[in-house]
C-alpha cells in the first residue's frame, strides 16, 4: 500500500507574529493578513486536490487546538467548500512552550536575557527556556505522531510553526516509510 499524501499549512500570521513575539502556547488568533493568508492557502491546496484527482471529502483534517491553527482550518476549510467545523484537533501538534519567553521579541531576550540565549544559541536541543519545554522533548512528542496518528490517513494538519511541521512531517514520513517527505513529493508545504 503507498504511503498516505501528507499537506501541512502554517497557520497564518498574527500580530505576534508580525511583532517577532514568541508565542509559543499563547493562544493569540490570526490577524486580518493571516485570515487573507489562511483562505489562500485553501485555494491553493482546492487547486493541488483537484490537479491530484483527490476528493477533499475523504482526506482527514486535524488542526492543533490553539485558536491561531484552528481558525486557519476553518477558513481553509471553508475555501474547499467544506464544513468549517468538521475536523479534530489533536495537542501533539501545538508549538512548544516558550515558558517565560512567550511574548517577548528576539530584542526583548537580547537585553533582558542575552546569557540564556546565547546557551540556547550554544545548543538549542537541549536548552529549556525558563518555565519551557527542551526543544528534544518536543521532538519526541512528534515522534509519537508515527506510532499513534492523531488521524486515519495524516491528511492536513495546520501546524505552529516550522518547527512543528519539520518534526510532525518526519514522524509521519518516517511511519510511512519516507524519509524526507519534503523531497520525496509525499508532502507540501504551503
Not at 502556547?25 to 492557502?41: C, H, K, T, V, Y
Not at 479534530?88 to 511574548?103: K, M, V
Amino acid at each position: 500500500m503507498p504511503p498516505p499524501a501528507i499537506y501541512y499549512i502554517r497557520h497564518g500570521q498574527t500580530e505576534w507574529n508580525a511583532e517577532h513575539r514568541l508565542q509559543g502556547q499563547r493562544d493569540i488568533p490570526l490577524n486580518d493578513a493571516g485570515r487573507a493568508e489562511a483562505r489562500r492557502s485553501g485555494e491553493i491546496l482546492r487547486d493541488i486536490l483537484v490537479r491530484e484527482g483527490r476528493s477533499l471529502r475523504d482526506l482527514d483534517y486535524v488542526s492543533s487546538p490553539l485558536v491561531r491553527a484552528s481558525e486557519t482550518m476553518e477558513l481553509v476549510r471553508i475555501a474547499l467548500g467544506l464544513h468549517p467545523a468538521a475536523y479534530c484537533t489533536d495537542p501533539r501538534l501545538a508549538e512548544i512552550s516558550f515558558g517565560q519567553w512567550e511574548g517577548l521579541t528576539l530584542a526583548d531576550l537580547k537585553s533582558g536575557a542575552a546569557e540564556q540565549l546565547a546557551a540556547r544559541e550554544q545548543d538549542p536541543w537541549r536548552f529549556t527556556p525558563p518555565g519551557g519545554r527542551e526543544l528534544r522533548r518536543a521532538k519526541a512528542a512528534d515522534r509519537s505522531l508515527a506510532s499513534k496518528p492523531c488521524a486515519r490517513h495524516c491528511s492536513l494538519w495546520p501546524s505552529q510553526h516550522r518547527a512543528g511541521v519539520n518534526g510532525a512531517s518526519r514522524a509521519c514520513a518516517a511511519r510511512y516509510g519516507s524519509a524526507q517527505p519534503h523531497r520525496s513529493g509525499r508532502g507540501l508545504y504551503i
